[in-house]
Nanobody, 126 residues
């Protein structure tokens, strides 16, 4: 049974930082593209960042470039999202997801994401 468990969310003032973690089990982690998505009530889930199965390439939505960094540790079956300079508009539930392997660079957001975590709330207050 595949499980993706996010942690690290919380309440922070605008301009602050948070680091999200997503621990995976039940799958061969190193064979999957890993992504982070977010969703605000009443809106569609949106892509935030992704990293290739090797960790060699990354992809970000424009609004987080230069502020967020995705990374992974295949020895720990964990993917991270370092979020700096948080803005109120970053407030959302953040989900990690595992997707198809054969994607890289700016196509990472197109990977078919098949496994999803339960989400963690991030709130950046103004």
């Amino acid at each position: 049974q595949v499980q993706l468990v996010e942690s690290g969310g919380g309440l922070v003032q605008a301009g602050g930082s948070l680091r999200l973690s997503c621990a995976a089990s039940g799958l061969i982690f190193s064979r999957y593209t890993m992504g982070w998505f977010r969703q605000v009530p009443g809106k569609e889930r949106e892509f935030v960042a992704a990293i290739s199965w090797t960790g060699g390439s990354t992809d970000y939505t424009d609004s987080v470039k230069g502020r967020f960094t995705i990374s992974r540790d295949n020895t720990k079956n964990t993917v991270y999202l370092q979020m700096n300079s948080l803005k109120p508009e970053d407030t959302a539930v953040y989900y990690c997801a595992a997707g198809g392997r054969y994607y890289s660079g700016s196509d990472l957001h197109k990977a078919p994401y098949v496994y999803w975590g339960q989400g963690t709330q991030v709130t950046a207050s103004s």
